[in-house]
């Protein structure tokens, strides 16, 4: 079973920046297209940006697009989000898990709040 443990969120002033990480642990296996998702209050989980297993594909919505960075190191079993120009509709509790189901379990996730 592999985990998931996401981290790096916080308070920040919209135009600020924060880098979530996410680490995984437990038995190595198949390398798997990540993606990260966020679900702010009253709303659906909604995929933010994804990296394929091979680090050479990535998408973003475009509500990030130009201020998000998806990266991944392998040495690590870590995947990270670069947020950079953040706005307070980024405010959301931040996941990470493979891109698309079937999904591993989901940690709880960290949450991010932009203030105005």
């Known amino acids: 079973q592999v985990n998931l443990v996401e981290s790096g969120g916080g308070v920040v002033q919209a135009g600020g920046s924060l880098r979530l990480s996410c680490a995984a642990s437990?038995?190595?296996?198949?390398?798997?297209?990540m993606g990260w998702f966020r679900q702010a209050p009253g709303k659906e989980r909604e995929i933010v940006a994804a990296?394929?297993?091979?680090?050479?594909?990535?998408k973003y919505s475009d509500s990030v697009k130009g201020r998000f960075t998806i990266s991944r190191d392998y040495a690590k079993r870590t995947v990270y989000l670069q947020m950079n120009s953040l706005k307070p509709e980024d405010t959301a509790v931040y996941y990470c898990?493979?891109?698309?189901?079937?999904?591993?379990?989901w940690g709880q996730g960290t949450q991010v709040t932009v203030s105005s």
């Open positions: 437990g038995r190595p296996g198949t390398t798997y297209a």
């Open positions: 990296i394929s297993w091979n680090g050479r594909d990535i």
């Open positions: 898990n493979r891109d698309s189901p079937p999904y591993v379990l």
